[in-house]
């Protein structure tokens, strides 16, 4: 196998890069991807495709077949893959596949026709480039990022705060400890400050979610007994602050 592919340096900050097993698969499949069009077994298979089975994922990257499935589904929800599968194979597509995968013909074709013919030349190519690179993303950048990591807190505050209302008419029915143990639980953000764990979930539905929730609860009440009350005493604590902080940023 011939080839390359571009990881720019914002993978560093990818939601899911201290997870080996992510990195290693998604990895794999960017690798493993067609960089053109081909044919297998009558289909055509695109740019930025490939053809695999869990069982053929596991071989590769040594990962165990559940860490696999767990992997490809969490690359599928936070929109890095798509897949079609069958009962025998999966067409797995990389999502904006160009941007870790181009050809740039212009500067290939310059490159083949004016070959540098000193070091000096590669070295004051090489230096105009670092140079460019530097000010694009000085200039236009930098800045944006921090406007957008605002929007995006500020956000996630009004998608807690909605989901803190949803749970208000079922304080009454399943009782305000259980309920501050569901918020608690399901609020928890992802590593990229993003998303909420309830939002990763392929579906959603606070009233199911709430039944399957209290029936477990009973269940470990009549094996470990009921909430500690200094568990209940800082899960109020924590409610009544995030409340101040969403009424001070006038939400």
């Not at 592919?5 to 067609?34: C, T």
Request: glycine fraction near 4%.
């Amino acid at each position: 196998m011939d080839g390359w592919i571009k990881i720019h340096y914002k993978f560093l900050s990818w939601e899911w890069f201290q997870d080996d097993g992510m990195v290693r698969l998604f990895i794999n499949l960017l690798l493993r991807a067609n960089y053109q069009p081909k044919k297998w077994k009558g289909m055509a298979i695109g740019r930025g495709q490939l053809v695999t089975g869990r069982k053929q994922l596991c071989l590769e990257t040594g990962l165990s077949e559940q860490t696999v499935r767990t992997c490809l589904q969490r690359l599928e929800d936070t929109g890095e893959i798509t897949r079609n599968s069958t009962s025998r194979f999966s067409i797995v597509t990389i999502c904006n596949y160009d941007t870790y995968q181009y050809e740039d013909n212009v500067t290939n074709q310059q490159l083949t026709n004016n070959q540098p013919t000193t070091n000096q030349q590669l070295t004051t190519t090489s230096e105009y480039k670092k140079e460019r690179i530097y000010k694009k993303e000085s200039s236009t950048i930098v800045e944006p990022k921090k406007k957008i990591s605002l929007t995006l807190t500020e956000n996630l505050e009004k998608r807690n705060k909605s989901f803190y209302e949803s749970l208000v008419p079922y304080v009454d029915v399943y009782g305000k400890e259980l309920i501050r143990a569901f918020y608690d639980y399901w609020t928890e953000p992802n590593k990229s400050k993003t998303k909420m764990r309830f939002e990763l979930e392929k579906t959603w539905d606070v009233k199911r979610r709430l039944n399957t929730w209290a029936s477990r609860e009973k269940i470990n009440s009549k094996s470990h007994g009921t909430y500690k009350t200094k568990a209940s005493e800082q899960r109020a604590s924590e409610i009544l602050e995030l409340n101040k902080r969403l009424n001070d940023a006038g939400y």
